[in-house]
């Protein structure tokens, strides 16, 4: 009997995963990709000798990764290799830049610099935040999410007030640490990510631990050498690829999924995995009447922040200058609630920046620089012109340039610019999203978009919008975890003795 045919509608990283896991189950796998090559919002792009990495920079969580490629018997060293950043990233205060050691030891002795007695707290934090990390990806995280009997466990139960899935992540860190300075440093992943830490269950302390002590990590290359490595896996594993193909429609008959498709062609399914933008899926492939969630639905969800994006390539090289830095010279809480309350563009923005060249000088061309800004926005904002987007850009580089002492405006060679409108274009992402949904305690596990279609017995999601949420990591566990409910529901029959 041939094997059932899967077809997974985007190569991103939750889209990867699920083929690889699926193809790893005796599927028949198709992925249909709208651009030329895989990765989504993690493509790469090459211009006049610079290569930029167009979407996700931090490699945080190794053991994720590692535990992905061992579900194969792979290493992440057949396909890519790492090195560990230190420091770890630089955060820009208004008196002046801190390094962020990537040994503890250093680590508690910057936090005792800034606020007596911080050293001891940052054991105790990381103490809880450690039971967090290991309780919640063992027990939380690898989740479908299809069913609250799913966390009917004896150890969730047991440590469930530890993990503090009720408290406030803000309230959580000033517990610990007094220091204005301490608190931004330990709220930002929260902040950049999700939600407001005031709106983000403590649990997510949980990112401080993968930070500290999972490390901050680079693949040699860029980011793009770990969707390579996913694809050639894939294609290791008998995944076939369909490029610069627009999935415009998906047929349903009798609430069962047939076929997919494109602009260019027809392509049976058993089953497919929706791994491009939930929303735009359910609401643009999908007939009204086997849509599981109305706009109503999706427009009472709380949106994890859009982006600014600057790729810049400079003529000379920088002299002191990390792979990453964080400019917090400016007011963390205004920031903070013009992206999550006000939802207005930006006063004075915090942003980021990431140097990759500055560790791999392969990435731009012998004497030169790549740069690459971000700045969090609120989704959904409205016209986010070039004009606006240039101003914005001269606001934050002439902060950096006072911050660093470095010439930036005047060595500029290459420049391009991508926002929230560029994320529709080309992800179809919805409200121009960069990172899906916000980390609140009501969306999350069950309280996400399902994996599972309620109105399409065949029909599956992945990816950052539903379950366990957003960034790189969760996204290939999502991966996993799909393929896993699709295997059991269509897998292989087993003969029985």
């Known amino acids: 009997m041939p094997s059932k045919k899967i ?15 699926l193809a790893k189950e005796g599927f028949n796998v198709t992925v249909v990709e709208q651009h030329a090559l895989p990765g989504g919002r993690a493509r790469k792009f090459e211009a006049e000798g610079f290569t930029f990495d167009m979407g996700p920079s931090w490699y945080w969580m190794p053991d994720v990764f590692e535990r992905f490629f061992q579900l194969f018997n792979k290493r992440v060293e057949d396909y890519y290799k790492l090195k560990r950043l230190d420091p770890s990233y630089r955060v820009y205060w208004s008196d002046g830049p801190v390094n962020i050691p990537a040994g503890y030891k250093a680590l508690k002795a910057l936090f005792e610099s800034i606020e007596k007695g911080s050293g001891n707290q940052l054991d105790l934090f990381l103490a809880e935040a450690k039971f967090k990390y290991d309780v919640g990806m063992k027990k939380l995280v690898f989740k479908p999410g299809l069913s609250a009997v799913e966390f009917i466990d004896a150890e969730l139960m047991k440590g469930l007030f530890k993990l503090d899935v009720f408290s406030p992540m803000k309230k959580h860190i000033a517990k610990y640490f007094k220091s204005k300075k301490l608190q931004e440093l330990m709220e930002f992943p929260v902040l950049f990510l999700g939600a407001l830490p005031e709106d983000t269950p403590a649990l997510y302390s949980l990112m401080n631990y993968a930070d500290i002590k999972g490390g901050t990590w680079f693949p040699e290359g860029g980011m793009y050498s770990v969707v390579d490595g996913m694809y050639k896996l894939a294609l290791q594993l008998g995944v076939t690829f369909q490029f610069n193909q ?56 709380e949106m994890a922040p859009s982006c600014l994006l600057y790729y810049i ?3 000379k090289k920088l002299h002191d200058v990390l792979h990453h830095s964080l400019f917090f010279d400016s007011p963390f809480l205004l920031h903070g609630e013009e992206i999550y309350k006000t ?65 930036i405006k005047d060595h500029i060679v290459y420049k391009r610019t991508f926002a929230g409108s560029d994320f529709v274009s080309e992800y179809n992402s919805f409200k121009g999203n960069a990172y899906g949904l916000a980390n609140t305690l009501l969306q999350t596990a069950i309280l996400k978009p399902s994996i599972k279609s309620k109105k399409v017995k065949n029909l599956y999601y992945t990816g950052q919008l539903t379950v366990p949420g957003p960034g790189v990591p969760p996204s290939l566990i999502s991966g996993e975890i799909v393929a896993k409910e699709v295997a059991k529901r269509f897998g292989k029959v087993k003969e029985v003795n």
């Open 7 to 21: 077809i997974v509608i985007g190569s991103g990283f939750a889209g990867l995963s699920a083929a690889c896991c």
């Open 246 to 301: 627009k999935v415009i429609k998906i047929i349903v008959n009798d609430g069962t999924a047939e076929e997919v498709i494109t602009d260019k062609g027809t392509f049976q399914a058993d089953v497919v995995v929706g791994a491009a933008d939930y929303h735009f899926i359910e609401t643009k492939l999908l007939d009204k009447q086997y849509q599981s969630y109305n706009q109503k639905y999706w427009e009472s969800r």
């Open 313 to 315: 390539g400079l003529n």
């Open 343 to 407: 939802k207005k563009w930006p006063s004075d923005p915090l942003f980021y920046v990431s140097a990759t060249s500055v560790t791999d000088t392969s990435l731009a061309p012998e004497g030169c620089e790549n740069l690459f800004f971000l700045v969090p926005v609120a989704p959904g904002l409205k016209d986010d012109s070039e004009e606006l987007r240039e101003a914005y850009f001269q606001k934050i580089v002439t902060r950096m340039e006072a911050l660093t002492g470095e010439k």
